[in-house]
C-alpha cells in the first residue's frame, strides 16, 4: 500500500536550516511529483509547490522562493524540503503530498512534520 | 487571508444535514475543479470528494459536494459524532498557478 512516512519534530533556533525528509513507498517513486503544504495556526493549509520526481524540477509558489528547497533521492524514494535563514513565522507543521493525476488532487499525505522555531 | 472562503466553524446534531460553503473566484472554482478535504485531530487531511462530486472509494455516500459557479458545497447527512473535524475545500488558481486552500470549517456534532 502506498505511504509516505515523514520525518520526526524538530526545534530549530532562528538563522538555522533544517530538512524535513518524506519518504515514499508503494508505488514507483518517480512516476508522480511530490507536492509540499504548510499549515500553520494563523495562515491554515497553504500550498509550497511541488518536485518533478522523474526530471527533478522544482516549482515553488509564491512565498516560497529563496529559502526554500525541494530535493530528492531517489535511490531511496525520498522528498526533501530545506528550510534555511528559520523565522519563528517558520513553525509549522509541514505536510508532503502526492498528486498523480491534477494539481490539488492530493491522494496519500505524509503524516506532517512539526518544525518549531525559537530561540 | 485565504483565497478561498469558508465559514470557520458549522454544527449540526447527529442525523442532522449540514452543508459548508465555499467561494472563491473566475481563476479557481470558476474554471476548475473542486477538492474537499476533512482532517482529524493530529492528522493529515484526507480526501473527501474530488473533481467537484466525486467521492473516493472508502468515503461514505453521506458525504457530497456540489459546485455552482465561482461557489462550491459539501453536503454532510446523517451527521456522525466522527464527522466532527476540520474541512478545507481546494481548488486550482489559474493566476496563481497552484491550488488555493480555503480557511476551513471547524465542525462540531453537538
Same mark, same amino acid.
Given at each position: 500500500?502506498? $505511504? ?13 536550516? %533544517? ?5 515514499? #513507498? ?7 511529483? /511530490?507536492?509540499? %503544504?504548510? $499549515?500553520? !495556526? ?5 500550498? /509550497? ?12 509558489? $509564491? ?10 533521492d531517489?535511490s531511496?524514494s ?5 528550510i ?8 509549522? %507543521? ?5 498528486a498523480?493525476?491534477l494539481?490539488?488532487e ?5 503524516q506532517g512534520t ?6 | &487571508?485565504?483565497?478561498?472562503? &469558508?465559514?470557520?466553524?458549522? #454544527? ?13 473566484? #473566475?481563476?479557481?472554482?470558476? #474554471?476548475?475543479?473542486?477538492?474537499w478535504?476533512? $482532517?482529524? !485531530?493530529?492528522?493529515? !487531511? ?7 462530486? &466525486?467521492?473516493?472509494?472508502?468515503? !461514505? ?20 459524532s ?7 475545500? %481546494?481548488a ?19
Amino acid at each position: 500500500q502506498v $505511504q509516505l512516512v515523514q520525518s520526526g519534530s524538530e526545534l530549530k533556533k532562528p538563522g538555522a536550516s %533544517v530538512k524535513v525528509s518524506c519518504k515514499a #513507498s508503494g508505488y514507483t517513486f518517480t512516476t508522480y511529483p /511530490m507536492n509540499w %503544504v504548510r $499549515q500553520t !495556526p494563523g495562515q491554515g493549509l497553504e500550498w /509550497m509547490g511541488w518536485i518533478n520526481t522523474n526530471t527533478r524540477n522544482p516549482t515553488y509558489a $509564491q512565498g516560497f522562493t529563496g529559502r526554500f528547497v525541494f530535493s530528492l533521492d531517489t535511490s531511496v524514494s525520498t522528498t526533501y524540503l530545506e528550510i534555511s535563514s528559520l523565522k519563528a513565522e517558520d513553525t509549522a %507543521v509541514y505536510f508532503c503530498a502526492r498528486a498523480p493525476q491534477l494539481p490539488g488532487e492530493f491522494d496519500y499525505w505524509g503524516q506532517g512534520t512539526l518544525v518549531t522555531v525559537s530561540s | &487571508q485565504s483565497v478561498l472562503t &469558508q465559514p470557520p466553524s458549522a #454544527s449540526g446534531t447527529p442525523g442532522q444535514r449540514v452543508t459548508i460553503s465555499c467561494s472563491g473566484s #473566475s481563476s479557481n472554482i470558476g #474554471s476548475n475543479y473542486v477538492y474537499w478535504y476533512q $482532517q482529524l !485531530p493530529g492528522t493529515a !487531511p484526507k480526501v473527501l470528494i474530488y473533481r467537484n462530486n &466525486q467521492r473516493p472509494s472508502g468515503v !461514505p455516500d453521506r458525504f457530497s459536494g456540489s459546485k455552482s459557479g465561482t461557489s462550491a458545497s459539501l453536503a454532510i447527512s446523517g451527521l456522525r459524532s466522527e464527522d466532527e473535524a476540520d474541512y478545507y475545500c %481546494v481548488a486550482w488558481d489559474d493566476t496563481l498557478s497552484g491550488p488555493v486552500f480555503g480557511g476551513g470549517t471547524k465542525l462540531t456534532v453537538l
